[in-house]
T-cell receptor, first 114, second 116 residues
C-alpha cells in the first residue's frame, strides 16, 4: 500500500535548467510534507518541508508546491546544479496523532547533466 | 554540525544469528527512530523511541526486533534471529520534537546488513 508515490524512478535534467520532482499521496490525514535528499553511502538529508496550510514554500533554489485537492506536491530546483544529482525522497506525516514515523516514497534519482 | 553516527557501516551475518546495530543520536535530541531501506525499495519506518520506551512501531517491527537505550548516548536495534529478508540498509534518526512533521529528522549514514 503506497501512501506516498513517486512515479518517476529517475529524471535527467540539463545543468542550469529547472528540475521538477513530483509526488502524490493517498492518505488525506497527511498534513506535513518533507523532501529529503540522499547521496550514495549517506543517510537522507532534510531539504525542505511544507505544511498543509500552505501551498508553497521557498528556500533559495528549492520550492515545494502543494496541491491538496489533487493530493500532489512537487519540488522545483532552479537552476539545477551538478551537486543536485542525488535521490530525492518525498515524505509525509500525520502530525495529529498516530504513528510518529514519516511515510516515504520510493525516491526519484535526479541526474544533472553538464 | 551535529550528526547521527551509526556502527557498523556494514555487517554480514548468517541467517539465524543475532545482530545489534548501534547509533549515537544527536546529544540534545529526545526522539529516536529506526528506518530501513531494502535495496531498490522505499525507506520504511520501523520504530520510534522516547523517554526510554517505544513510542510507535510499524507492522514490520515484530518480536524479532527490539530497541534499547543502554546508556545516555547509544540507541541500539537488535534483530534476534536474522532472516534473509532482513537484508537492508538500516537508518537511525533523531529529532528534538515529537512529530517529525513539525521538525526534521536527522539521519545517520546507515548500517548495511547482509544476511546470508
Amino acid at each position: 500500500d503506497q501512501q506516498v508515490k513517486q512515479n518517476s524512478p529517475s529524471l535527467s535534467v540539463q545543468e542550469g535548467r529547472i528540475s521538477i520532482l513530483n509526488c502524490d499521496y493517498t492518505n488525506s490525514m497527511f498534513d506535513y510534507f518533507l523532501w529529503y535528499k540522499k547521496y550514495p553511502a549517506e543517510g537522507p538529508t532534510f531539504l525542505i518541508s511544507i505544511s498543509s496550510i500552505k501551498d508553497k514554500n521557498e528556500d533559495g533554489r528549492f520550492t515545494v508546491f502543494l496541491n491538496k485537492s489533487a493530493k500532489h506536491l512537487s519540488l522545483h530546483i532552479v537552476p539545477s546544479q551538478p551537486g543536485d544529482s542525488a535521490v530525492y525522497f518525498c515524505a509525509a506525516t500525520d502530525s495529529g496523532g498516530g504513528a510518529d514515523g514519516l511515510t516515504f516514497g520510493k525516491g526519484t534519482h535526479l541526474i544533472i547533466q553538464p | 554540525e551535529p550528526e547521527v553516527t551509526q556502527t557498523p557501516s556494514h555487517q554480514v551475518t548468517q541467517m539465524g544469528q543475532e545482530v545489534i546495530l548501534r547509533c549515537v543520536p544527536i546529544s540534545n535530541h529526545l526522539y529516536f527512530y529506526w528506518y530501513r531501506q531494502i535495496l531498490g525499495q522505499k525507506v520504511e519506518f520501523l520504530v520510534s523511541f522516547y523517554n526510554n520506551e517505544i513510542s510507535e512501531k510499524s507492522e514490520i517491527f515484530d518480536d524479532q526486533f527490539s530497541v534499547e537505550r543502554p546508556d545516555g548516548s547509544n540507541f541500539t536495534l537488535k534483530i534476534r534471529s536474522t532472516k534473509l529478508e532482513d537484508s537492508a540498509m538500516y537508518f537511525c534518526a533523531s529529532s528534538d520534537l515529537r512529530h517529525p512533521g513539525a521538525n526534521v529528522l536527522t539521519f545517520g549514514a546507515g548500517s548495511r546488513l547482509t544476511v546470508l
